[in-house]
């Protein structure tokens, strides 16, 4: 049996933030998330490519919502660590495509690793990331 795509859900509830940047989930599940994010002049740095902060930020959302949905009841996460590679421009006008698979699932720490793909289909930046899992009482 196929895994639901929430994808529809995540569009609608997705964090402030990342639907100010203008992130579309295409495809969420557990162990895969993907989502789409068009290149505009206001994600832009000088010259007109994608700034380095907007790419974290995505790979974050992505990271984090993998995350989430691989929580245990009760529990919440937040990211503590950070990596990106940044491999080629993306030139604005352009959508990314972002896709988050997990390095590792653990009882205290996930890790997800985010490939931010060009149209072209280059690779052009990768984002590892490491969430904690915290309970009320931690």
Known sequence: MA???L???FNEYNAPFARMMGVKMT???KDRIEGELEVTNDHCTVP???HCGAIMALGDNMGGIGA???LPEGALTS???SKTNFLRPIPVGQTVKAVATPINIGRTLQVWKTEIFREDGKLAA???QTQIVTRPND
């Open 79 to 81: 990211t503590v660590e």
């Open 68 to 70: 989430f949905l691989n």
């Open 48 to 50: 007109a490519t994608l």
């Open 126 to 128: 990768i984002v590892t």
């Open 3 to 5: 895994e639901e795509n």
């Open 27 to 29: 495809f969420v599940a």
């Open 7 to 9: 994808a529809k859900t």
